[in-house]
Every structure is written in structure tokens, then in C-alpha cells.
């Protein structure tokens, strides 16, 4: 091997493991964001869950803090991928899988709350729409990770950013 071959592999390796602290400094950056905003939403929504009791109606309580647990939840699920992203070097596709199926539930959940006002309207029928392809999707994003465990061979959650 010529000495100047080398030399630019080395150059060259230097790089890449520079842009792969770089990368592990960003992704380290971001779970920790998200890990500060995940904390301060559950306060919130814990906080407006307890103050709105006894004042607004069970219902309309249990929606919001069911809607606001699920985007908590999403928050979590984004730090677990970045562990896992960390810890393996390399992107699943998986977790945003499943922070699709959440995000979807969460809005499903929402609409559903607003459709019984909207009985007899125009905006009842898009709402059904909306409905409709939300559980489309849902059931779509389940199929895909169901077939991407089958193809993995297994049903392990150790890809889904589950803390088992």
C-alpha cells in the first residue's frame, strides 16, 4: 500500500470519528430536550387534570389528560429511539412506527370528543372522514411493525424503546 493511501485513510478515520462524536453530542442534546419537555408536560397536564376536578366536566377531564399522557408518551418514545440509536449506531425504524400509531390514537381520541357536538353538521361527516383514515393508518403503521418483527424473526421489544 502506497504511504499516501495511508495517510488520507487515517485522515479520513479521524473525521468519521469526529462527526460521530458530533453526532452522539446532538442526539444527546436533543434526549435531553426531550426529556426537559416531557417532564414540564406532564407537570402541566397533570397540574390542569387536579385544578380543572370538580369545576368542568369528568369527561371532558379524563379526554384532556388521556390526550396529554399520549404526547407525553410520544416524548418518551423519541428519547427511547434515541438510546437505542446511541446505543446500536444506527436508525430503527421501528419506535417512529409506533410514535405514528400514538400520534394517530391521540388524534383519534380528540375528534372523537368534538364529533358529538358536530352531530347533524358538515364538519360531522369530515370528522367521520378523519376518523376513518386515522384508524386506517393506525391499523397500516400496526401491520408494518408486525411485519417488520416477522421479518426479524422475533417478537422481542428490545427495538421498540421498551425499558424492560
Known sequence: MAP???QERRSRSWIA????????LIDTA????????GAIL???????????????PVVGQVLELLSGLLLVFIFTEFVSTIRVV???????????????????????????????NLLGTNQFRDLMLEIGL???????????VFALR??????????TGSRS
Do not use: C, Q
Not at 30 to 37: D, N, P, Q, R, Y
Not at 42 to 56: A, C, K, P, Q, S
Not at 86 to 102: D, H, Q, S, T, Y
Open 30 to 37: 436533543v434526549a435531553l430536550a426531550l426529556i426537559a419537555g
Open 150 to 159: 416477522i421479518r426479524r424473526g422475533d417478537n422481542d421489544e428490545s427495538t
Open 17 to 24: 470519528a469526529l462527526l460521530g462524536y458530533g453526532e452522539f
Open 4 to 6: 499516501g493511501a495511508d
Open 86 to 116: 446511541i446505543a446500536r449506531r444506527k436508525v430503527v425504524v421501528e419506535p417512529f412506527l409506533i410514535v405514528g400509531m400514538v400520534a394517530a390514537i391521540r388524534r383519534l381520541i380528540v375528534i372523537s370528543a368534538e364529533a358529538e
Open 134 to 144: 386515522l384508524a386506517g393508518t393506525v391499523l397500516l403503521l400496526g401491520a408494518t
Open 42 to 56: 406532564l407537570g402541566v397536564v397533570v397540574y390542569d387534570f387536579v385544578r380543572g376536578l370538580g369545576h368542568e
